[in-house]
């Protein structure tokens, strides 16, 4: 299990990825629409093929 504090709004993250989830809560709401998809494009290229995106119920 890896914990990461980055900054959601600068992309592309400083990580590599080749992870089985990405938890992302209660977050993506305060951006804009633009900063959303960024955000949701990366943790699409962090995550493995077959991998789960977690989100809130504020986002989906």
């Known amino acids: 299990m890896l914990f990461r504090r980055l900054n959601l709004g600068r992309?592309?993250?400083?990580?590599?990825?080749d992870f089985d989830v990405v938890f992302c809560r209660n977050v993506l709401i305060y951006f804009d629409p633009r900063q959303r998809a960024a955000?949701?494009?990366e943790f699409h290229r962090l995550l493995?093929?077959?991998g789960h995106l977690i989100?809130?119920?504020s986002e989906a």
Do not use: M, S
């Open 11 to 17: 992309t592309p993250f400083p990580i590599r990825g």
């Open 39 to 41: 955000a949701v494009a």
């Open 48 to 50: 493995r093929p077959g």
């Open 55 to 57: 989100v809130g119920e």
